[in-house]
Structure formats: structure tokens, C-alpha cells
């Protein structure tokens, strides 16, 4: 068959991984690049032998693609998604989908009317660990779930140094989308009702209006019930600069 004709949209850290991943399945080929920072999209076309663009909009009148990845900071996924969708382009795309119900609405609605696919890459499902548990959770003799526990937290100096667009985006939206993701995934049920409660003290005195942590309780169809937690304030002496743990 014909190779798929893929481009990337944002060249940070998770873009280069789809970059590389593109480069390197045998079905697949890298047509272009698209970042707003002209320096760094040039400096990484010339590296990859690829076209750089600074607009998608321009990328997809020029270069004829068939799937676009956008993984630009959280807060403009939307604006990315819809572009491509409107150009008649499948998208994958990085968790979060959007930062707003509505705006996930809006991509979901529009990828509809055009009978296009739209992918979230929910990349902890292949975290050897997850799949550790998924696959004693399928062996008949483990039982049923009762009750579980997942968090996943960041160091203090992701939100206040690494990105500088955490003020647009939470602990839920850059981290808790992974934990709700695997609940679903790990237990093959779907959600019922949330409650959830947050806190905003250091990210305020930080000049960044959005959550310290956030606490979730899920309750599952099956009647069982999930206790998430999401914070990126862990202090900077932290042993790693992201913690995740499950319990079941």
C-alpha cells in the first residue's frame, strides 16, 4: 500500500517523538513540520530532510498529508485540531484532546461531519507497568475490583519553569487525563459520576491562576469506586520529577 503521509504540529519534546515514530514505521512517512518558533522549525526540518512551516494552514495547502499530529502545549490544541479537520485531515493527537468540554465538543462534532478520525495518544497504556496490570487484571482468578487509587504528580518546577503556558492548563488537564484514561482502560468500565475538590495557593503566590492539586472520586458502572489525585507542586528536592502510583 501507499506509505501514510504524516506531519507534526509543535516541535517540543513529544513532537519529536512523533516525528521519530513516523520516520521510523515502515508505513509511514514524514512530510513536514509546523512550530510557531521559526528558529527551532527550521533547525529541525534541515535535520530530518523535511519542509518546515510556521502555519498549519499554509502546511496543508502545500504539502499533501494524510494524518496530522498536534502536540503543541495543552491550551492550543483546539485551535490545531480544527485546522486539520477542516482541511480534511485524520488528527492524532496528544492528551489533553482540549482544555474545555466544549471545545472537545466542537472537535468531536466536526470530525463527525466529516467522517474523519480523530486519535488521543493515551501513551501510558504501554507503560510496562500498566500493561503488567491490565493483563493480571483479565486473569479470571483475580477477582473484581472493589476500590483503586491512581495519582500522578509533577515538582513544583513544571509548572513555574518548564512550561511556560501552565497558567492556561492544570494538574488535571496535563497529568490527571492520563490517570482518568487508565481507570477506564484498566477496569473496561465507564464512569458514572465524579467529585471532585481543588486547591490553588502556590500557583497563585506564583503568579499562575490555576490548581495546586486536585482530588477526584470516581464511581464505576459496575458500582465500584476510583480515588484520583493530581498535583504539580511536589518540592524541588523531590527524588524524580514525576510521580505515578496505582493501587488496586
Keep these: 500500500m501507499n506509505k501514510i503521509r504524516a506531519a507534526v504540529v509543535g516541535a517540543g519534546i513529544y513532537g519529536k517523538h512523533h516525528m521519530n515514530a513516523y520516520r521510523h514505521n515502515p508505513d509511514t512517512v514524514l512530510v513536514a513540520i509546523c512550530d510557531t518558533d521559526t528558529e527551532r522549525c527550521d533547525d529541525l526540518a534541515m535535520a530530518y530532510g523535511i519542509q518546515g512551516y510556521t502555519r498549519l494552514d499554509r502546511l496543508l495547502q502545500q504539502e ?17 485540531i480544527l485546522t486539520a479537520l477542516r482541511h480534511g485531515q485524520h488528527v492524532l493527537a496528544e492528551k489533553p484532546l482540549a482544555t474545555s468540554v466544549r471545545e472537545c465538543e466542537l472537535i468531536v462534532e466536526m470530525a463527525q461531519q466529516r467522517d474523519l478520525l480523530v486519535g488521543v495518544d493515551f501513551h501510558k497504556r504501554w507503560d ?8 493480571e487484571l483479565e486473569n479470571p482468578e483475580t477477582g473484581c475490583i472493589l476500590r483503586g487509587h491512581i495519582s500522578m504528580d509533577d515538582v513544583i518546577t513544571v509548572p513555574t519553569q518548564w512550561l511556560n503556558w501552565a497558567g492556561a492548563s492544570s494538574p488535571v488537564w496535563f497529568l490527571g487525563s492520563h490517570c482518568f484514561d487508565l481507570v477506564r482502560h484498566l477496569s473496561g468500565q465507564e464512569v458514572v ?17 490555576t490548581f495546586d492539586s486536585v482530588q477526584s472520586r470516581l464511581t464505576m458502572a459496575d458500582g465500584s469506586s476510583r480515588g484520583v489525585e493530581n498535583s504539580w507542586v511536589l518540592p524541588e528536592g523531590f527524588p524524580k520529577d514525576n510521580d505515578g502510583r496505582i493501587d488496586i
Excluded at 510496562?128 to 493483563?135: E, G, L, Q, T
Excluded at 471532585?196 to 500557583?203: E, P, S
Aim: with cysteine; glycine share 4%.
Design 128 to 135: 510496562p507497568a500498566v500493561m503488567r496490570i491490565k493483563a
Design 193 to 209: 459520576s465524579v467529585y471532585a475538590v481543588g486547591q490553588k495557593r502556590l500557583m497563585v503566590e506564583c503568579g499562575l491562576d
Design 64 to 80: 499533501a498529508i494524510d494524518i496530522v499530529s498536534v502536540a503543541t502545549p495543552d491550551p492550543y490544541h483546539t485551535e490545531s
